[in-house]
C-alpha cells in the first residue's frame, strides 16, 4: 500500500476523471468541436493571397485599350471589376467605404498616347490598409499591363511596342503608402483585446451566481431581468474605455500608428461595440451552467471571431461562406469602422453600414439574453 | 435574538392565535411539480392562517424547498394553484416577491461583499428608503455595527443565518418563508432564532419554516408533515401525534449486548413498527395496540426487562410517517 504507483489506485483515479469528463457535455462537445472548427478555418477559408478583389474602373473612354488592359488585369485572378464605369468622385466614395480594394483610373487620352508611343500611363490606386491584400495584386501589374497592350496593338505592332515599354503604371497605396503592418494590426487589436476580455468577463456574469447560489436569492427579490442584465453589463463599459485609452495610447506612442479621422466617431463605434460585447458575454452566462463552460463558450465565439473577422487574414480573400460567417461577428464590423475611421479619416456616412450592424447585434443580443433570462429556478 | 427587528413591526393588533378563521396567508391547492419523469411535489394543498407559525417538516428529499420556493415564485408549479397573501401564485409572482421574505436554505448573499453592503444591496431591490437608515438601523438591532465591514464570507454559521434573517425581514414582509434556517448552527443561536421568530409572529408576521428537528417543530403553533412529495399529516404537535394512533412502551433493563438482542427480538415481534434505543432503554412503538402490548410484555418478561407504557413522541409519529408513505410508493 505503501508503493508510490499502484495501478489499482490509478484505475480508480482514471475511471473517475473519464466519468467526470463525459458527463461534462460542453466540454467533450469543444474537444470535437475545436479541431474541426480550427481545421475548417484555417483549411478553407484563410487565404493569404486574396484573389478577385472588388476594383472599379474610371475610364472616360472606354476603348480597345481600356478593354484590353481590364481583360488582362481580370485574368491575373487579382482583379474583379465590380463597378466597370464610374466617375472619379464615385470611385474616391467606393475605396474610401471599403466597397472596392482598388480603383483603376486609365486617362482619357490613353489610347491617342498609346498611338503616338507617348509615355501612356494607367493609375492604380489600391486600399493599403491591409498591405497583405495589395501586395500580391499590385507586384503583377507592370509586366500584365505592358503584355496586353502588345497583344491588342497587334497590326501597330511597332509604335505599340515602344507604347508598352513606355507605359507606366502608377501605383498609389492610399492610407498607408508604406505598408506598415501596425497601421493595420494596431487598430485592429483594440477590437481584438476588447472582444477577449469583454465576452470572457461577462460570460461569468450569471453562471458567479448560479454557482454561488446567490442566483436563488437574487430571484426571491424584486427586481427584473433587464435590471439585472444592465446592472451586470454596465460596469464593463467603464473597463472598455480603460482598456481603450490604453490601446489608443500606445498605438499612438509606440507605434505612431496615424489618426485621421474624427474621435468622436471613434467613440461612438467603441461604446457600439463594447455593448454588443458584453451583451453577447451576458448572452453567453444566460447558457452557460458554470463558469467554466462560460468560458468555453465565449473561447468557441473568440476564435472565428480573430480568424474570420478580417483581423489576421485578408476578410476579401475568404470563399463567400466564410465571408457571410464573418459578417455575424461584431467584431468583423467594429474593424471595418475603427481601420476606417483611424486610417481612411470616414466620416459617418462612409461606416453608417457598420454602425447599423453594431445597433442590430445589440438589439438582437439584448433579446436574446432576456428571452433566455429564466425568471425562475425551472 | 436579543434585540427587536429592524422593522417597525405592523400595528395591526396581533392576531388572535392560529385557527382563528379569516382569510389564510398561503392556500395552495393541488400543487404538482414535476422534474422530467420524477415528480417532487405531488398534489400538495396547504394552508398557514395569518399570524401562525407553522412548521414544515419532512424527510430529506421530500419537496420542501421544492414547495417554498414554489410559494414564493421562484418555480411555476405544474399543476394547482392557490394564493399568497392574497395574490395568485401564478399570476402576482412579483407582487408575492415583494410582500414576502424567504431565507433560502444555503448561505445566498454575496460573501465577498461586507456585511453593510450587503444590507444596503437587498434595502436597494426592495426601494427602502433612505437605505442609510434600514442599513444602520438592522446593524443595530443585530449587534453588528462594529463588525459592518467585515466581509459576510468570514461570519460563522450562526451569524451568516442572523444576517440573513435580518436581510429577509428588512422589507417587513408579512410572510416569511424559511428554509431550514437552522442547519448547522449551535442549540443557543438556535434559541435565540426560535425566540426572534416568535417575536415576529407575535407582531404579525406569519412564518413558514421548514426543519428537520422535532424540538422546533414543538415550537411552532401547527405543523405541515409532507414525504414524498405528498402531505401527509398536519395540525397542532397533539393533534399529530394523536392522529398518527401509536402507543408507545419504554423497556428498560438489558444492558450492552442484551439490549442489542432484546433489539432484534422486539423487531421480529408481532405488533412492533419501530424500536429505537434511547441509552439504556429502547422505544418500541406500533400501531396495534394490543398486540404490541402482548409482545412486549411476553419478551420483557423473558428477558428480565421491565417495560412501562410511555407518551408517543413526535419522532415516532414521523418515522411512522415515512415508512407508511414508502410503503405507499412501492
Redesign the interface.
Known amino acids: 500500500m505503501t508503493r508510490v504507483l499502484s495501478l489499482r489506485r490509478l484505475r480508480a483515479m482514471l475511471v473517475k476523471e473519464t466519468i467526470q469528463m463525459r458527463r461534462d457535455r460542453v466540454t467533450f462537445a469543444m474537444m470535437l468541436g475545436i479541431p474541426l472548427l480550427l481545421l475548417i478555418l484555417f483549411g478553407f477559408a484563410i487565404n493569404t493571397d486574396p484573389k478577385h478583389l472588388p476594383a472599379a474602373l474610371v475610364a472616360p473612354t472606354q476603348d480597345r485599350y481600356t478593354r484590353a488592359i481590364v481583360t488582362a488585369l481580370e485574368m491575373t485572378g487579382y482583379y474583379h471589376f465590380t463597378y466597370p464605369n464610374v466617375s472619379a468622385a464615385e470611385a474616391e466614395r467606393l475605396i474610401a467605404d471599403g466597397t472596392v480594394s482598388f480603383v483603376v483610373t486609365i486617362p482619357s487620352d490613353f489610347g491617342r498616347r498609346v498611338a503616338r508611343g507617348d509615355h501612356p500611363q494607367i493609375l492604380i490606386e489600391a486600399d493599403a490598409t491591409d498591405p497583405a491584400v495589395a501586395s500580391g495584386a499590385v507586384s503583377t501589374l507592370g509586366t500584365v499591363a505592358s503584355q496586353a497592350l502588345l497583344r491588342e496593338a497587334g497590326a501597330e505592332a511597332q509604335a505599340a511596342q515602344a507604347a508598352a515599354s513606355q507605359l507606366q503604371v502608377i501605383v498609389h497605396k492610399r492610407y498607408n503608402p508604406e505598408g506598415i503592418t501596425q497601421y493595420n494590426i494596431v487598430p485592429g487589436l483594440l477590437g481584438v483585446i476588447l472582444q477577449m476580455t469583454m465576452v470572457m468577463m461577462t460570460s461569468m456574469a450569471l453562471t458567479r451566481e448560479t454557482e ?6 437574487l ?5 427584473s431581468p433587464l435590471e439585472i442584465m444592465l446592472g451586470k453589463v454596465l460596469p464593463y463599459l467603464a473597463v472598455g474605455a480603460v482598456q481603450m485609452a490604453v490601446i489608443l495610447g500606445a498605438a499612438k506612442v509606440l507605434f505612431h500608428v496615424p489618426f485621421v479621422g474624427a474621435m468622436w466617431l471613434l467613440l461612438l463605434g467603441v461604446l457600439l461595440f463594447v455593448l454588443a460585447l458584453v451583451l453577447l458575454g451576458y448572452t453567453i452566462s444566460t447558457m452557460a451552467r458554470n463558469q467554466m463552460q462560460a468560458m468555453q463558450l465565449a473561447f468557441f465565439f473568440f476564435l472565428p471571431s480573430i480568424l474570420l473577422s478580417g483581423f489576421m487574414f485578408p476578410f476579401r480573400g475568404m470563399p463567400g461562406w466564410a465571408q457571410w460567417v464573418g459578417e455575424m461577428l461584431p467584431l468583423t464590423h467594429f474593424l471595418r469602422l475603427v481601420r476606417a475611421v483611424m486610417l481612411k479619416g470616414a466620416d459617418l456616412a462612409t461606416v453608417r453600414p457598420e454602425v447599423g450592424a453594431l445597433l442590430a447585434f445589440i438589439l438582437v443580443f439584448s433579446l436574446l439574453a432576456l428571452s433566455r433570462f429564466r ?4 | 435574538m436579543s434585540a427587536a427587528p429592524a422593522t417597525p413591526v405592523p400595528a395591526t393588533p396581533v392576531p388572535a392565535p392560529p385557527g382563528s378563521g379569516g382569510r389564510p396567508a398561503i392556500d395552495v391547492k393541488g400543487l404538482v411539480k414535476r422534474y422530467g419523469e420524477r415528480t417532487v411535489v405531488d398534489n400538495v394543498s396547504m394552508q398557514v392562517e395569518t399570524g401562525e407559525i407553522a412548521g414544515f417538516l419532512g424527510p430529506n428529499g421530500s419537496g420542501k424547498t421544492t414547495t417554498i ?1 414554489v410559494m ?5 408549479p405544474d399543476a394547482g394553484e392557490g394564493q399568497v397573501l392574497g395574490h395568485d401564485l401564478r399570476r402576482d ?2 407582487r408575492i ?2 410582500e ?1 421574505g ?1 431565507m ?1 436554505q ?6 465577498d461583499l461586507s456585511i453593510a453592503e450587503n444590507l444596503a444591496f ?1 434595502a436597494g ?3 427602502l428608503r433612505p437605505v442609510k437608515k434600514y442599513v444602520s438601523d438592522t446593524l443595530a438591532d443585530l449587534g453588528l455595527t462594529s463588525r459592518q465591514h467585515q466581509l459576510a464570507g468570514s461570519l460563522s454559521g450562526g451569524w451568516k443565518q442572523r444576517l440573513a434573517l435580518a436581510a429577509c425581514i428588512m422589507h417587513n414582509p408579512r410572510l416569511l418563508l424559511l428554509d431550514e434556517p437552522t442547519a448547522g448552527v449551535d442549540p443557543k443561536a438556535r434559541r435565540e432564532f426560535w425566540d426572534e421568530i416568535h417575536r415576529l409572529a407575535a407582531g404579525g408576521m406569519t412564518v413558514l419554516v421548514s426543519t428537520h428537528y422535532m424540538d422546533e417543530a414543538e415550537r411552532c403553533h401547527r405543523i405541515n408533515y409532507i414525504s414524498y412529495g405528498k402531505l401527509v399529516a398536519r395540525g397542532t404537535v397533539a393533534e399529530v401525534v394523536a392522529g398518527a394512533g401509536l402507543t408507545t412502551y419504554v423497556v428498560e433493563g438489558g444492558v450492552g449486548a442484551d439490549l442489542i438482542a432484546l433489539d432484534d427480538r422486539l423487531r421480529a415481534a408481532p405488533g412492533v413498527e419501530q424500536v429505537a434505543p434511547f441509552g439504556a432503554v429502547l422505544h418500541v412503538v406500533g400501531r396495534d395496540a394490543a398486540a404490541l402490548k402482548a409482545s412486549v410484555t411476553r419478551i420483557a418478561a423473558e428477558a428480565g426487562a421491565r417495560a412501562t407504557p410511555a407518551e408517543t413522541s413526535l419522532e415516532d409519529a414521523f418515522i411512522h410517517f415515512m415508512h407508511g408513505a414508502k410503503d405507499n410508493m412501492a
Open positions: 454561488r447560489g446567490t442566483m436563488e436569492n430571484l426571491a427579490m424584486p427586481v425568471r425562475t429556478l425551472d | 420556493r414564493c415564485g421562484l418555480l411555476t409572482a412579483r416577491k415583494r414576502v424567504y433560502t444555503r448561505f445566498s448573499f454575496y460573501e437587498v431591490l426592495y426601494d
